[in-house]
């Protein structure tokens, strides 16, 4: 079960302590202990503080893998190219995604780098939402910047109170995205706010 050192497995070793230390840091917080990062990776404990000596590297590389493994997913859901009601849905089950797998780093305040992650995860987003705006299919009435913020409330609030870990990513994301464009559609005329 453990994950043998040779010339080709630092990596391999390093992904798996890093893979343990989400699952771990998402079920059981920042405190989750080396012990059992170190047995869900299948390696010794010492083996966890060579690669990440310090709590802190390890948090680092969690945030780092997090705004890659966002952006890659982001750009797979080409965004841009398919209705705006689509992109919203697979905008949102992506963040949900990563927002599982780093709930560690959203209830840290810690967030990877600034410009990455505005051009990785927040910028295509934001384009989708002016999109929707701009076509009618999202209410005009709110400001882009302002639906942006919605959205993304959502998805930090689904993913910080781990309703894709009890419900599943798919009905966590369904939710986020019934509920943002319930909000966000136009409003028929007469009809109030």
Do not use: K, W
């Given at each position: 079960?453990?994950?043998v050192e040779g010339a080709g497995?630092?990596?391999?070793?390093?992904?798996?302590?890093?893979?343990?230390?989400?699952?771990?840091?998402?079920?059981?917080?920042?405190?989750?202990?080396?012990?059992?990062?170190?047995?869900?990776?299948?390696?010794?404990?010492?083996?966890?503080?060579?690669?990440?000596?310090?709590?802190?590297?390890?948090?680092?590389?969690?945030?780092?893998?997090?705004?890659?493994?966002?952006?890659?997913?982001?750009?797979?859901?080409?965004?841009?190219?398919?209705?705006?009601?689509?992109?919203?849905?697979?905008?949102?089950?992506?963040?949900?995604?990563?927002?599982?797998?780093?709930?560690?780093?959203l209830h840290a305040g810690i967030?990877?780098?600034?410009?990455?992650?505005?051009?990785?995860?927040?910028?295509?987003?934001?384009?989708?939402?002016?999109?929707?705006?701009?076509?009618?299919?999202?209410?005009?009435?709110?400001?882009?910047?302002?639906?942006?913020?919605?959205?993304?409330?959502?998805?930090?609030?689904?993913?910080?109170?781990?309703?894709?870990?009890?419900?599943?990513?798919?009905?966590?994301?369904?939710?986020?995205?019934?509920?943002?464009?319930?909000?966000?559609?136009?409003?028929?005329?007469?009809?109030?706010?």
């Amino acid at each position: 079960m453990g994950v043998v050192e040779g010339a080709g497995s630092v990596d391999r070793t390093r992904d798996a302590i890093v893979a343990a230390a989400a699952d771990a840091m998402a079920e059981n917080g920042a405190h989750a202990s080396v012990v059992d990062i170190a047995r869900r990776a299948g390696v010794a404990r010492a083996t966890v503080y060579r690669y990440f000596p310090r709590r802190e590297e390890l948090i680092a590389e969690l945030s780092r893998r997090s705004l890659a493994e966002g952006g890659d997913l982001i750009a797979a859901a080409r965004l841009d190219a398919i209705p705006v009601e689509e992109a919203i849905a697979r905008a949102a089950r992506a963040l949900v995604t990563v927002g599982t797998r780093y709930t560690i780093l959203l209830h840290a305040g810690i967030q990877p780098e600034p410009t990455l992650i505005e051009r990785l995860i927040r910028d295509p987003v934001r384009r989708v939402i002016a999109r929707g705006c701009a076509d009618g299919t999202l209410r005009c009435d709110i400001t882009p910047a302002r639906l942006y913020e919605c959205f993304a409330a959502l998805v930090v609030g689904v993913s910080e109170r781990g309703d894709s870990r009890r419900f599943g990513v798919e009905d966590a994301s369904a939710t986020i995205v019934e509920l943002f464009l319930n909000g966000a559609r136009p409003r028929a005329a007469g009809v109030s706010t």
